[in-house]
């Protein structure tokens, strides 16, 4: 295999009139049709593998799974990103992790939560998922967008995993398309966000709805459910306990980590490895803080609050695996599903960043990653190499020893396996373009430190990035960027600064050739 690999680095150089070979700007390798091209790094994954492979012999058994997703989370939350005490909520458990592990500083979402929860579920993009953006009521499906899809839970359970989704799903609540539908052994939370089921019962927010009994039986009709739900593969579904009031939705993430902790103190005793998807309903507006966290952070709003609050959960998790004995056996990813959603403001959260929630600039897209793996992972690492959330589909395959032929041939593939990015010290990775969406619209491409945008989306108002935005063309050329001079995208490089517009063009219009062969779904969306 490795032979084979390091015969494919030869094609990332060129050769000019005289014969001779040049480098070229794109590292990246296409090593099938239907998959993402890859910078190809042979020595990094044979030592990634040698690790794993030492790793499975002391302990028997392949490794564990935990997977922290914050829902609107901004970038410059967490303490370790900027935030912290600074921005009015300490995150000492979030930045415990990264000065243990890694903290990425690339690390894309897609811009809103269906798109990405779908996305690093099926490796593949919203766009030809069909999963373009969050269901809502009164939607009609007209395609159960998971029925051809093999999720990663689906894979992961075939091969002796357990798995475990615990929190807000978020990616449909139809049968066929719930949790443990779709391939988790389990599942114990809350299908919508936390605002979809606090507006039946905020009269302060919402009293057109909530005062007027005529309007909230048509909303009872089409809205999502409001109950805590308990789900088994093949089994039973339970609605568990509904939630009455707002005191009863401030109290969700903890009776969900409460889940997660009894969970993982029973699957750590047993012989089966598993994979948690622990999902926070917390930060996503209306934000109530829980009595027992109420005004604990240091600006005592709502939204600072629920970061205080999640950073304890992160904590509480990390001390039950560590209770458990499995920290060394036990990959840990933290991350956000989007950038903050400043349409909620002051109910929102920071990024240093241009834009939010629902948009393709970096506020949107950009968020915390960080990877722990005791002894598995160099502490102390920060790196910059582009990860995009998809890549954990390809990491969970890899770490559970699944094979990706397991993946039909008639579906593109957009995730990159970044295991030996992760793993190794020095590692580097191996992804060179991230593409960026917005509905079924491709809307830019980063390629190293250089960004391109094609269309933009413009806010009519301070901090309306979804509810009064517009898409815009942008005109004679395209937006270009350099973030590491401007990371605000504010001034365009164009052709002043720097040559490699035309490049990274390119790579975005080579990404769009792919939906040729590989048309998008279309699931009514």
């Known amino acids: 295999m490795y032979r084979y690999l390091i015969v494919l680095v030869t094609l990332c150089v060129s050769v000019n009139g005289w014969g001779q070979e040049v480098p070229k700007f794109d590292l990246s390798v296409r090593f099938a049709d239907n998959f993402e091209t890859a910078i190809p790094r042979p020595e990094q994954d044979k030592i990634a593998e040698e690790k794993l492979a030492a790793l499975q012999k002391k302990k028997g058994k392949r490794p564990n799974i935990v997977w922290l997703v914050v829902d609107d989370m901004g970038f410059g939350d967490p303490g370790t990103y900027g935030g912290g005490a600074l ?57 159960n967008p998971w029925a051809d899809e093999i999720s990663l839970p689906k894979l992961l359970s075939e091969a002796g995993y357990f798995t475990l989704l615990t929190g807000k799903w978020h990616v449909g609540e139809s049968i066929g398309m719930r949790p443990h539908d779709i391939g988790f052994d389990e599942y114990y939370g809350y299908y919508p966000a936390q605002k979809e089921i606090s507006q039946r019962v905020d009269s302060r927010r919402f009293p057109g709805l909530v005062l007027n009994p005529k309007r909230m039986a048509a909303f009872e009709a089409v809205g999502p459910t409001d109950y805590l739900t308990h789900g088994f593969k093949g089994g039973k579904t339970e609605e568990l306990k509904q939630i009455k009031s707002i005191e009863d939705m401030s109290k969700a993430d903890q009776v969900l980590t409460n889940f997660t902790v009894q969970r993982i103190k029973e699957l750590a005793a047993g012989e089966k490895p598993f994979f948690i998807e622990h999902c926070f309903m917390k930060v996503h507006s209306d934000n109530f803080a829980h009595p027992d966290y109420a005004g604990k952070s240091e600006a005592k709003y709502p939204y600072k609050d629920g970061v205080h609050e999640v950073d304890a959960h992160v904590g509480a998790i990390l001390k039950t695996l560590d209770d458990a004995g499995v920290l060394d056996n036990t990959l840990v990813f933290f991350t956000s599903d989007n950038g903050p959603q400043m349409d909620g403001w002051p109910d929102a959260g920071y990024t240093p960043f241009r834009g939010a929630k629902g948009t393709t600039w970096e506020g949107g897209v950009r968020v915390p990653g960080i990877a722990y793996w005791e002894g598995m992972i160099a502490p102390g690492r920060t790196s910059d190499g582009l990860f995009d959330l998809m890549d954990l589909f390809g990491v969970g395959l890899n770490i559970a020893g699944v094979s990706t032929d397991k993946l039909p041939t008639d579906k593109y593939y957009d995730f990159i396996d970044q295991t030996s990015f992760l793993l190794v010290e020095d590692g580097r990775s191996k992804r060179e373009a991230v593409y960026f969406w917005w509905g079924k619209e491709l809307m830019a491409c980063r390629m190293k430190e250089y960004k391109v945008h ?54 975005l219009k080579e990404h769009g050739a792919t939906f040729k062969n590989y048309p998008p779904k279309n699931i009514g969306l």
């Open 87 to 143: 921005a009015g909520a300490s995150t000492p458990n979030i930045d415990k992790l990264a000065a243990k592990g890694m903290k990425l500083t690339s690390t894309y979402s897609q811009q809103t939560c269906t798109p990405t929860r779908s996305a690093i579920l099926t490796g593949r993009l919203p766009v030809r998922t069909g999963l373009i953006r969050p269901i809502l009521a009164g939607d009609k499906i007209t395609v």
């Open 454 to 507: 094609t269309k933009v989306i413009m806010p009519q108002a301070p901090h309306m990035h979804i509810d009064l935005s517009t898409v815009h063309d942008v005109g004679l050329a395209p937006w270009f960027f350099n973030l590491y001079l401007d990371p605000k995208e504010e001034m365009t490089v164009g052709h002043r600064l720097d040559p490699w517009m035309a490049t990274v063009l390119g790579k």
